[in-house]
């Protein structure tokens, strides 16, 4: 977890940066080995390509990119635990959620974005929460 000083409401790629770094070093896992990644993915442009610029400079190009908030809404502060449960699902099943009401790329968001759903053997994965004030919470789990 990390907390950015700096603007109340824009995200930073540096925070980021550093809370998904700081949760692959916590897990022992390296950036390559992550499949999937449940996205904050406000669906707002400012946040979504600062947090796609984040993923992009860890993950590698063809890590699978998803925000299940367009599925289920922004839970405030349930929202973590259920995109935690979409995470254990790729993991278990091999079942990756779309980001649903997808309607076209974003030059800027240059990620692996799944947009129906799909299945893919995951061996691990990030779940990124963010919120306002530059706080910056990221889960790195593995499978087994």
Known sequence: MTSEPGDVVQPSVEGAVRAMTMALQDAGMAAEEVGYINAHGTGTQVNDRCEAAAIARIC????????TKSLHGH????AGAVELLACLLALQHGVIAPTAGYQGADPDCDIALVTKTKTAAVAAVLSNSFA???????LALRAG
């Open 60 to 67: 590698q190009r063809d890590t699978l990119v998803s925000s």
């Open 75 to 78: 839970l405030i502060g349930g």
């Open 132 to 138: 306002f004030g530059g706080l910056n919470a990221v």
